[in-house]
């Protein structure tokens, strides 16, 4: 168990650990901390607090918001821009110069407007600490500011009251506390004091001990500060999610790689570039350098980064359709790639509401039909519904667990759009299935009187009431697990009659209990006794009551999985994707957990607790998370989480945690796509995720999944098609350099190409939709590079090479339409040299017309999907051509780029060049096919 606190001194006192202060008596406590129940004095404390520090969570130093707005230039195709920029700058081509800066500026101001997110996550954690706290110091009750705080100092108890650092409980009367900030479970937990020696308990498990930030809503109590600032539970969490910084996703790492491989080879090129045109054409310096700069445009995709982005933001308002939040676009992609899924909590995949499904009365068993906490709902004996009035022992338990119950049932309201309960989930439960079988809740429960409360015990596990009826006979019931409740009874209720609770009918409850929760359900038994009558009806004590009871009954209660929970987790295993659970939760219960969920199917499983952890080597943790025997991770504390992430990860896996809690941030930020819950989420975990579900719709999961998929398939496909232009203006230059030609594209045509006509049809085929099967394939391996060998050689060594020629075939049918012949010199100047590369230029925007739809499949012809199915790709088609005829045909744009229009005679031969692309695509498609 990892410690929560480092030994310290301060005014000569050795603060104990966690570990040793849950297992140490009150008095053990306050000997260690040299203090008492009247607390410290002033000197002490003041002296104290100079050796510990203040008690605040630090907040990490955040980067600058110049260092924030200079982050996305650090890539190299807006490192290569710029350089070029300045070149043509030096070279004397000032508005060559500018428009390549502008382009380099737009592209990362646009990338830091989508990525700029900036960390919440500590400052949600020092707004969990109140401002002021009442203490003892001196034996006199005063209120201090929180940051004063020092261990030794004594916290009186009382409901309402934000515990503003760790504290151990001195003592206690019906405390519990709600630990929602650091578990995301809103349900209150018993507290008590006293020594409990068990290493394997979570933090948040251990009952003598209330962590900062917990409310404490029921009971008083006293307790003396143990942890403080930065050394409590927060603290440790907040230094250890300040400490991490997230890897770069898989889609980050294939974009910085093709990049920086292109960028380098176009570097390469142009000074290739430069040295042939200066040495074997005898261009002069600056014409040189404009042409080095003409190759490096046309070999980086400048429009690459801004599409990717795009296509992110345009998945993002689509999952956000589906109620799936992404807090940063990477993680849309990322989720695509995951190979395992953490899950920390078992129930944010149920729906939250307890069902009371199977009852014993008597010696009769009954199931009970109805959903969630809705009144409604048959009452079954041996599967045939009956009349609960004739069943006189069921409606005798139902009733007195209503009159033990503090919740309520409450209709649908403009705020809940079902049935819902005010109060324990177990206590909505019973009342439920009471109103089913007709019980009057309301007549029940004005007219009995209750006399005395004994909350729900940890140690006891179980709550008891003390009430009395019209006629003023105080009766006890005791309601809790059925284990703990049967060997305090010594008889039960049969057919109205009270009778003796026998060896053998103790067996048969025993093996039914067992029956019930070995199939993953929670069992309570309820019991009563009549008590004898005190005049001054006060002063009931547990030990008083709670024995010899009559047992009336138990109730099996279920928690159902979320209607969409079982196609979640098909839909992962059919797409090779693991599930294990991570949890801060009891090993048992997450087990049955996933059971019921379909998580784990196996048999037998391996359970891992927080202390056994503690004990693994990095290599036995590398074992046990391997493929093959299932694995449930339980009684973790946050570091343990965050541990068991970085041992996949250390195998190569791409990890999704989903967790909710504030012990879940470290995890959260270590894993490669942190995934929180909006309903139950903690403001912490929710500022440490990439992306948020609705705890309504975990199913939104396996969407944000397939998305992830659709949206790298995407980005290959439009990478595909940014590629293919960039092939055939290099193709076109480096064949000019060969062939001795005037320069058949101009850089300024060059960049109307990439970012005048070819940005808005990348940017349509972001919307298409996600080809059939794409969850039935496995994930991608982390290494798989954006664009693989074949769409290398489908790029390069084919469509590049189609389209350039056709770009070098407009260019010569401008020289031949000028008046030029075979065998004479090119013309180099004037009308007919713009007009032939203005033709080149229309030639290539109206191929990658052609290109772009058969771009829309992979691998499968698109008269499969329907030519003009993408609708948004037929609009920014038509947009881009009348870009591109704008450029060419309206002045001072025509002047500026240097176009002139063409002839009517050439638009019949260009029209064609569309149709003659989209069947070398599909061509070449159909012969990969062939081969794979």
């Not at 500026?105 to 707004?127: C, D, H, M, P």
């Not at 694995?631 to 068991?644: P, W, Y």
Request: net charge neutral; hydrophobic share 50%.
């Amino acid at each position: 168990m990892a410690r929560i606190n480092a030994q310290r001194r301060g005014n000569a006192v050795d603060v104990p650990t966690l570990e040793q202060v849950a297992s140490m008596s009150p008095h053990q406590v306050c000997d260690a901390l040299k203090t008492a129940a009247s607390g410290l004095r002033d000197d002490d404390a003041r002296q104290r607090l100079a050796a510990q520090g203040d008690n605040r969570v630090d907040a990490p130093i955040e980067a600058s918001p110049a260092v924030r707005l200079m982050r996305p230039f650090a890539n190299w195709i807006t490192l290569i821009l710029l350089g070029a920029a300045i070149l043509a700058l030096l070279s004397d081509s000032a508005a060559l110069g500018l428009a390549i800066l502008v382009i380099a500026v737009l592209n990362g101001i646009f990338t830091t407007w989508q990525e700029y997110l900036a960390e919440r996550s500590i400052a949600a954690l020092r707004q969990a600490i109140p401002e002021t706290t009442d203490v003892r110091r001196d034996g006199i009750p005063r209120a201090i500011a929180s940051s004063d705080l020092v261990a030794g100092d004594v916290v009186p108890l009382r409901p309402g009251m934000i515990l503003a650092a760790d504290v151990y409980i001195l003592t206690g009367d019906g405390l519990r506390a709600r630990q929602a900030i650091l578990t995301g479970n809103a349900a209150p937990v018993s507290k008590f004091a006293g020594a409990l020696a068990d290493p394997t308990l979570a933090p948040t498990d251990r009952p003598n001990v209330v962590l900062a930030g917990c409310e404490v809503v029921e009971g008083s109590g006293l307790a003396v500060v143990i942890a403080t600032g930065m050394q409590s539970m927060l603290g440790q969490i907040a230094g250890a999610t300040s400490a991490l910084r997230k890897e770069p996703s898989p889609l980050s790492r294939a974009l910085g790689t093709l990049a920086g491989q292109i960028s380098r080879f176009a570097i390469g090129a142009g000074i290739g570039a430069f040295v042939l045109t200066t040495a074997g054409q005898h261009l002069s310096i600056r014409d040189g350098i404009i042409f080095a700069i003409g190759m490096i445009v046309a070999f980086v995709p400048e429009g690459l980064l801004p599409t990717v982005t795009i296509a992110l933001a345009i998945a993002r308002r689509r999952l956000q359709r589906q109620r799936v939040l992404v807090r940063r676009l990477i993680g849309v992609e990322a989720l695509g790639s995951a190979t395992v899924v953490c899950l920390d909590r078992t129930d944010n995949l149920t729906t939250g509401a307890l069902v009371a499904s199977d009852l014993l009365a008597g010696d009769r068993q009954y199931r009970s039909t109805g959903d969630g906490y809705a009144p409604v709902g048959t009452l079954l004996r041996d599967g045939a519904p009956i009349d609960p009035r004739g069943e006189p022992d069921l409606v005798a338990m139902l009733a007195a667990a209503t009159r033990g119950a503090n919740a309520r049932l409450r209709a649908p309201d403009p705020d809940h759009s079902a049935w819902h309960v005010i109060g324990e989930p177990l206590e909505g439960a019973l009342l439920a299935v009471a109103a089913r079988a007709g019980v009057a809740l309301h007549d029940d429960h004005m007219a009995f009187t209750r006399l005395a409360t004994f909350p729900f015990d940890g140690r006891r596990q179980l709550a008891s009431v003390v009430v009395a009826g019209a006629d003023g006979v105080p009766h006890v019931i005791a309601r809790g697990n059925a284990h703990a409740v049967v060997p305090l009874c010594t008889a039960v209720r049969v057919g109205g009659m009270t009778l003796e609770l026998d060896v053998q009918r103790r067996d048969r409850l025993h093996q039914l209990i067992d029956q019930h929760a070995g199939a993953g359900l929670r069992v309570v038994a309820i019991a009563t006794r009549q008590l004898p009558a005190r005049e001054d009806a006060i002063g009931w004590r547990m030990r008083d009551v709670e024995h010899t009871l009559e047992l009336l009954g138990i109730v099996a209660v279920q928690e159902p999985p979320q209607p969409d929970v079982a196609r979640l987790v098909a839909g992962c295993r059919r797409a090779g994707i693991r599930v294990v659970i991570v949890t801060g939760g009891y090993g048992l219960s997450a087990e049955m957990s996933a059971r019921r969920a379909g998580i784990i199917t196996a048999p037998r499983v391996q359970l891992v607790v927080g202390s056994e952890l503690e004990t693994m080597n990095n290599g036995t943790l590398g074992l046990t998370v391997a493929p093959g025997e299932e694995v449930v991770f339980a009684q973790l504390d946050s570091e343990q989480k965050r541990r068991i992430v970085a041992a996949f990860q250390a195998r190569g896996e791409i990890v999704a945690f989903l967790g909710d809690s504030v012990s879940d941030a470290p995890a959260l930020k270590q894993a490669d796509i942190g995934v929180a819950l909006s309903a139950s989420g903690t403001t912490v975990a929710l500022a440490a995720a990439d992306i948020v579900l609705d705890a309504a719709h975990p199913g939104g999961l396996l969407l944000a999944i397939r998305e992830g998929r659709g949206v790298f398939a995407n980005i290959q496909k439009f990478a595909t098609y940014l590629f293919t232009h960039n092939a055939a203006e290099a193709f076109v230059i480096v064949a000019g350099v060969v062939f001795q030609l005037p320069l058949p594209l101009t850089v300024l045509q060059v960049l109307a190409i990439d970012l005048g006509t070819e940005l808005l049809p990348a940017l349509a085929l972001s919307a298409e939709v996600q080809e059939p099967g794409m969850l039935d394939e496995p994930p991608r391996a982390r290494s798989k590079p954006l664009l693989e060998r074949a769409m290398l050689w489908r790029v390069f060594a084919w469509l590049g090479i189609v389209q350039g020629g056709l770009a070098l075939g407009a260019y010569f049918m401008g020289q031949w339409s000028g008046g030029w012949q075979p065998g004479r010199a090119l013309i180099a100047d004037g009308p007919v040299y713009l007009q032939s590369t203005t033709l080149a230029y229309i030639a290539i925007v109206l191929a990658q017309v052609g290109n772009v739809f058969a771009c829309r499949t992979r691998y499968v012809p698109v008269h499969r999907i329907g030519l003009f199915g993408n609708r948004a790709l037929v609009g920014a088609v038509v947009l881009a051509t009348a870009a591109m005829l704008a450029l060419v045909y309206i002045e001072p744009l025509a002047t500026l780029f240097g176009f002139v229009p063409p002839a009517p005679q050439h638009w019949p031969v260009l029209a064609t060049f569309p149709v003659i692309m989209f069947a070398a695509h599909e061509a070449v498609k159909a012969w990969e096919v062939r081969r794979r």
